[in-house]
Nanobody, 121 residues
Framework: QVQLVESGGGLVQAGGSLRLSCAASGRTFSNYNMGWFRQAPGKEREFVSAIRWAGATYYADSVKGRFTVTRDNAKNTVYLQMNSLKPEDTAVYYC???????????????WGQGTQVTVSS
């Protein structure tokens, strides 16, 4: 069982930045594929970004060039640096993990509790 704990959400003005963190349990974090998703009120959950076990990164078109995903395997932590934030980035952000190296990009087995990000205009 993998436990994920997100932190770093908050209220920020448009154009500002936030860095989300997701700490994962488990001894084989380096083998996990990690993802970030978000869900705005009244909308379905959507993919934001992912970083694979080998380091490849992926982004939704809506955040490309503004968000950066990184991981620190020594700390069992994945980060999402969010710059140039827009009001439409407002959502609950979820961290996700899958312990299978070759799982499809949008397939995850474990989810965090979420952290709220609110961007004011």
């Amino acid at each position: 069982q993998v436990q994920l704990v997100e932190s770093g959400g908050g209220l920020v003005q448009a154009g500002g930045s936030l860095r989300l963190s997701c700490a994962a349990s488990g001894r084989t974090f380096s083998n996990y594929n990690m993802g970030w998703f978000r869900q705005a009120p009244g909308k379905e959950r959507e993919f934001v970004s992912a970083i694979r076990w080998a380091g490849a990164t992926y982004y939704a078109d809506s955040v490309k060039g503004r968000f950066t995903v990184t991981r620190d395997n020594a700390k069992n932590t994945v980060y999402l640096q969010m710059n140039s934030l827009k009001p439409e980035d407002t959502a609950v952000y979820y961290c996700a993990a899958v312990a299978r190296r070759y799982a499809p990009l949008h397939e995850y087995d474990y989810w965090g509790q979420g952290t709220q990000v609110t961007v004011s205009s």
